[in-house]
């Protein structure tokens, strides 16, 4: 019986002290193949909080969908984190959210030139609520993606009415964009910063963005390392809160984070990512 207890203890000893680290494929939040693969900068905070986090084993898993990082950080079973993800607390159930990692230009439309020249404009920003109901365009997200509360609130209601993809790579979002498989997607600045590289010059032109009316009362986004209600997990979110406190950690992810804002952006994000 002794034996068997302490077998147990181990076990859960063992068990306590793995990380499994959630990711999936956003450049430049998290890059998970070719030539750049893991110099995100949420592939570089993930670095640093294992690093800091050096009484844990570490396992990585490959990129994931949304909707199996939801399941995972859902689940009671196994110690499951991911190390940044843009929402609201509270917005994944039955997880533990750590303090604000980083704070990014919330979600906007990307689209096509001559798409542009059908919407009705007010100051720029156009109201998803009413581009979803234009029957004459067809709209596209990815599935369980985080665009901000107030986007959020309006996919909850009205998801069918957009084409929802699993993979969340924005380089197939856009050709299928340009190939007009769909009119409009929903993006976020920092990914058409880094990803319309990928594109022809050509190309590049005929992409067009458009804010979103419903965001603009939150036109930033908080994201936060997540970990699922399993045993030590909120001991982990304890210590993670620990480790983004050191100068060292915010000096190096604000850093890595400015090079993919906006100029006229640039000042407020640093502002913001130093409270």
């Not at 689940?75 to 959210?97: M, V």
């Amino acid at each position: 019986m002794k034996k068997t207890l302490m077998a147990l203890l181990v076990c859960m000893t063992t068990y306590s002290q793995t990380i499994n680290w959630l990711n999936f494929n956003y450049p430049p939040i998290y890059i998970t193949s070719g030539p750049n693969k893991g110099l995100g900068f949420g592939d570089k905070h993930q670095n640093m909080l294992e690093d800091c986090l050096e009484q844990y084993t570490h396992k990585k898993a490959q990129a994931l969908s949304f909707a199996r990082i939801r399941a995972f950080l859902e689940s009671k079973k196994g110690n499951h984190c991911i190390a940044a993800l843009g929402g609201f607390p509270n917005e994944i159930s039955n997880s533990f959210y750590s303090s604000t990692v980083f704070t990014i230009p919330t979600s906007f439309i990307v689209t096509r030139r001559d798409v542009l020249k059908k919407l009705k404009l007010e100051n720029d920003a156009i109201s998803l609520s009413q581009l979803m109901n234009n029957k004459e365009l067809k709209g596209a997200h990815v599935k369980g993606g985080t665009y901000g509360e107030a986007v959020s609130r309006i996919l909850n209601t009205s998801q069918s009415q957009l084409l929802m993809k699993t993979d969340p790579d924005p380089i197939k979002f856009y050709k299928m964009l340009l190939r007009k498989r769909f009119d409009y997607a929903l993006d976020y600045p920092i990914g058409l910063m880094y990803n319309i590289r990928a594109l022809t010059q050509e190309q590049r032109e005929k992409i067009a963005f458009v804010l979103i009316k419903e965001n603009q009362q939150t036109p930033y986004i908080n994201a936060y390392a997540i970990c699922n209600k399993a045993p030590g997990s909120e001991r982990i979110i304890n210590r993670i809160n620990q480790c983004m406190k050191r100068e060292v950690h915010n000096e190096k992810l604000r850093g890595e984070i400015l090079k993919y804002i906006p100029d006229q952006m640039k000042e407020t994000i640093d502002k913001i990512n130093r409270l």
